[in-house]
């Protein structure tokens, strides 16, 4: 059994996904008389795709079918515009495979559809070792609730504080903060001040990371642990 996870977020951690996500979103919006701006986007960034609707939309979508139906389409966009040119992490497979060798397991912690995670899955090299994948069908709560996070930890059978994630999001620092979990932010979707308020490192690149500085970041926050939705862990930028 191993004594160390990471659990990745996908969007904007493994895969560069912010402008397939962006353009798929618009051009469902459009579809009905809609539109989405870029600082609108960049705000719900992390969230589920419901959620996302509810907010922008919620006197427009007034029923659960057209929820559902508006989420299906921006889905389906999204994996045709992604599939054409799987944008990978810099640094992405790299690190998979560095944290494999070192003896770590692997999870995927995601709010997007299993359709997206099995598009990523099939893309991205060094995916074989991530061992489990959460996505929205096995949660309740979306980010910040740490449900996710919590339940990657369960199916890799490590207790919280053994855990590390990787996220670039305010809402999944946010979530793995209130988790227990030793939480890494990746800078590009959110500004460094801003996820450094959660986050027990950032960095701009996932080159940056290795087993040896994600161990030891376990380690000091396990030391540490506040109890589940309290404190913050302090910042090393």
Not at 14 to 22: I, P, W
Not at 66 to 73: K, L, P, R, S
Not at 88 to 95: K, N, P, Q
Request: aromatic share 6%; net charge negative; with cysteine.
């Amino acid at each position: 059994m191993s004594d160390y996870a990471v659990i990745f977020d996908m969007d904007g951690v493994l895969v560069d996904s912010y402008q397939a996500h962006f353009e798929s979103w618009r051009q469902m919006a459009r579809r009905h008389g809609q539109d989405m701006t870029e600082p609108q986007f960049a705000a719900t960034f992390g969230r589920t795709s419901r959620d996302i609707i509810h907010r922008l939309w919620g006197s427009v979508v007034t029923s659960a079918e057209q929820v559902t139906q508006w989420d299906h389409e921006k889905e389906h966009l999204y994996r045709q515009i992604l599939a054409e040119k799987f944008p990978e992490m810099d640094g992405a497979h790299e690190l998979i495979e560095a944290l494999h060798a070192a003896g770590f397991v692997m999870a995927i912690g995601s709010s997007g559809p299993p359709g997206n995670v099995q598009v990523v899955r099939e893309n991205l090299p060094g995916s074989r070792h991530i061992n489990v994948t959460v996505t929205r069908e096995d949660i309740t709560h979306g980010k910040p609730d740490p449900e996710v996070f919590l339940k990657a930890a369960d199916k890799l059978a490590l207790p919280p504080c053994r855990c590390a994630v990787v996220e670039d999001a305010p809402a999944g620092i946010e979530a793995a903060r209130r988790a227990g979990m030793a939480a890494i932010a990746i800078t590009g979707t959110a500004p460094r001040e801003e996820l450094a308020r959660g986050a027990g490192l950032v960095v701009d690149s996932l080159r940056e990371l290795t087993p040896e500085i994600i161990k030891r970041l376990i380690e000091r926050v396990a030391g540490v642990s506040p109890a589940r939705g309290e404190g913050i862990l302090p910042s090393q930028d």
